[in-house]
C-alpha cells in the first residue's frame, strides 16, 4: 500500500488500519518500528500486465472518511472526522489501476487528471 499510493509509512499503517476495520476485520498491524525495520530489505515490484493497443482510462473518485482516533488520544476532545478524496485511474481493457491521487472532499476529478496522467509512462499515453 506504501508503494501503491505513494504514502509516508505512517500514512500506510493508519490507512491499511482503517480498511481492515471497515471490511470487518479483527487483523492487527504490525507496529511502527517492525514494519519500519522490515521494509529495508523488502523489494516490492507491482508488475503491469498492459493491454493491447491504445490505453482507454477510466478516472472515478471516492470518498472516504478518516477518524482523528491519534489527535483525540493525544490531545483530548472530540474525534475529528475529515472526509478525503481517492482518485482513481483504471485501465478499462485489464481493470488495473493506473493512477492514485487523494485529494480534500472538494476537489473533483477534472483538476486532478493531469497529475493521474503524469504517473503513466508517456509511451503508454495515447496522444490524439
Not at 483530548?76 to 485501465?91: A, E, N, Q
Not at 489501476?97 to 487528471?113: E, F, K, M, N, Y
Request: hydrophobic share 40%; proline share 5%.
Amino acid at each position: 500500500m506504501k508503494v501503491l499510493f505513494g504514502m509516508a509509512l505512517r500514512q500506510a499503517t493508519g490507512f491499511v488500519e482503517s480498511l481492515l476495520r471497515l471490511i470487518g476485520l479483527d487483523w492487527t498491524v504490525l507496529d511502527f518500528s517492525t514494519l519500519s525495520r522490515r521494509q529495508k530489505t523488502l523489494a516490492v515490484n507491482i508488475p503491469y500486465r498492459g493491454s493491447k493497443g491504445p490505453l482507454h482510462l477510466l478516472v472515478d473518485s471516492t470518498g472516504i472518511k478518516l477518524e482523528g482516533e491519534w489527535h483525540a488520544r493525544k490531545h483530548g476532545g472530540p474525534k475529528r472526522r475529515v472526509w478525503r478524496k481517492i482518485h482513481l485511474g483504471i485501465d478499462e481493457q485489464t481493470l488495473e489501476v493506473r493512477a492514485v491521487q487523494i485529494t480534500g472532499s472538494h476537489i473533483g476529478d477534472a483538476p486532478v487528471l493531469p497529475n493521474l496522467l503524469e504517473q503513466i509512462p508517456a509511451d503508454q499515453q495515447c496522444h490524439g
